[in-house]
């Protein structure tokens, strides 16, 4: 059974995505794997990143996002908030490059143990599986089952507005994890990011989920959100 969860998880993006094939895909130049990888720029009070938020399904700007460092000790605390949306919840990480508090999914989540935000070693080929619980933010009296899968893809030269970044770019997949919402029988989630360790930060995040509810089969699975963040500017 697991084997079997493990192949259509591995199958379905591709056989989902194969509907919207025609929304474009970041493309960038291969780098070669650096002899010595750099290290992600450690945080600082002040820094700051800004995104424009699309929807990849039209490539509509559904908010222009601003992430703020304010707050560096045993914890970094990033503040967000959305030209539309306003205020936002904060991203909390514990220590620098283990997320607490992930906000950038719907609902914001509260992990029991801090969860490795971008890949532990900074190389081709590596990947790393973890297991975790998570709370909803704001009800902590329930938690639920997390897995995340990371694996990276390669290195890559990328252009976004903000300028030209040697990114790694890496895959998080998060196979059958549990839903607060129990209407829902089955869940999968997978984003590729491209983080460049020059700015602490990544420069492009593409992020979708997939469900279902009783009686549904995957080919007619229930979209999340569908969204891909761009970096407009950073400091």
């Known amino acids: 059974m697991k084997l079997l969860q493990k192949i259509s998880f591995i199958f379905l993006p591709a056989l989902l995505v194969a509907c919207i094939s025609a929304q474009p895909y970041p493309s960038g130049v291969a780098l070669p794997q650096p002899v010595n990888p750099p290290q992600v720029r450690a945080p600082q009070i002040g ?14 700007i559904v908010d222009i996002v601003t992430e703020k460092v304010v ?55 590596w990947s790393g599986f ?4 998570y709370q909803v933010v704001g009800y902590p009296d329930n938690d639920y089952y997390l897995g995340l899968n990371i694996d990276v893809l390669k290195w890559e030269r990328v252009r976004v507005p903000a300028g030209e970044f040697n990114t790694l770019l890496y895959r998080n997949g998060m196979p059958f994890f549990t839903s607060n919402d129990f209407s829902r029988v089955a869940n999968i989630r997978s984003e590729d990011v491209w983080l460049a360790p020059e700015i602490g930060r990544w420069v492009i995040r593409r992020s979708s989920g997939q469900y279902l509810w009783a ?7 229930l979209w999340e959100d569908y969204l891909e963040w761009e970096l407009v500017s950073w400091k």
């Open 71 to 125: 707050a560096v000790g045993p914890q970094v605390r990033i503040e967000r908030t959305g030209l539309k949306r306003g205020r936002l919840p904060d991203e909390i990480q514990q220590p620098w490059g283990f997320i607490l508090q992930d906000p950038h999914w719907n609902p914001p989540q509260k992990f029991l143990q801090p969860m490795p935000l971008w890949p532990e070693q900074l190389a081709s080929g």
């Open 215 to 221: 009686g549904m089969f995957w080919g007619d699975a």
């Open 130 to 133: 973890y297991r975790n619980r």
């Open 47 to 60: 820094q700051q990143w800004v995104y424009n938020v699309r929807n990849v399904f039209n490539q509509e």
